[in-house]
């Protein structure tokens, strides 16, 4: 369709929807189709977020405060708290100008699209070091706000039984990797001063010593989307 041929239609598609008490719009523009961007804005559409290939746009045709959902306001993360016998912590060391570069921590990565919890666990923490874990429960997680591109953030500390032991690191993204003494993780200085991690270690810790229930998950089936999806209770 040519851009005349579009503003036309689409000029002509609001007046007929808002002729038929029509409320909300949705337009999705695809990436081969960008010229075409600037005369839906031009008409009155907002854009509400963007993923590879397409950027997403509303219209809301009564006069008044959009009713339409906000865009995808949250990221979701994961840290993996991996013990051995010996009660060394699978430890990494990030490589990246970042706030906990040179620091030994816990495996850390966000989930990717349509990917469980759980999963996005046991994946991080092979990607990163090479050990295959086994999921056992969700002991913590944190809610934080105005992160990466001003969104908020989840964090869910996953308790991973190791089934093997090798090591070996993802040189891209990891500096180093290895299974470290409990206590030498909590010496270093970032420990003494960040509370929010070294709450998260004494958490995990506690968990894994107590035998502290967390929240495991179970797969259901629900009525409202008739999907199969994760419900993690204690």
């Not at 963007?50 to 906000?70: C, F, I, K, R």
């Amino acid at each position: 369709m040519s851009a005349n041929a579009f503003a036309s239609t689409l000029h002509a598609s609001l007046s007929y929807w808002k002729l038929k008490g029509k409320r909300g719009v949705w337009l999705k523009i695809l990436q081969e189709q960008a010229e075409l961007v600037p005369i839906a804005v031009q008409e009155g559409f907002n854009y509400h977020h963007a993923e590879s290939g397409y950027v997403m746009l509303t219209y809301w045709l009564p006069d008044g405060l959009s009713m339409l959902p906000a865009s995808p306001s949250h990221q979701v993360g994961i840290a993996g708290f991996v013990m051995n016998d010996k009660r060394e912590i699978l430890a990494v060391e990030e490589k990246c100008p970042c706030a906990c570069s040179g620091v030994w921590k816990l495996p850390t990565g966000y989930i990717n699209k349509s990917e469980d919890i759980f999963t996005g666990a046991i994946r991080e923490v092979k990607e990163e070091t090479g050990i295959d874990t086994v999921f056992q429960e969700i002991v913590a997680f944190r809610h934080a706000h105005l992160m990466a591109f001003e969104n908020s953030d989840l964090l869910f500390v996953c308790m991973l039984k190791p089934l093997t032991f090798d090591i070996t690191i993802d040189e891209k993204e990891i500096q180093a990797a290895k299974w470290m003494p409990l206590d030498e993780l909590l010496r270093q200085p970032f420990y003494q001063d960040d509370n929010m991690s070294r709450k998260i270690i004494d958490i995990c810790i506690g968990a894994h010593e107590d035998h502290r229930c967390g929240y495991i998950g179970q797969q259901l089936l629900s009525k409202l989307d008739r999907k199969l999806c994760y419900l993690y209770h204690a």
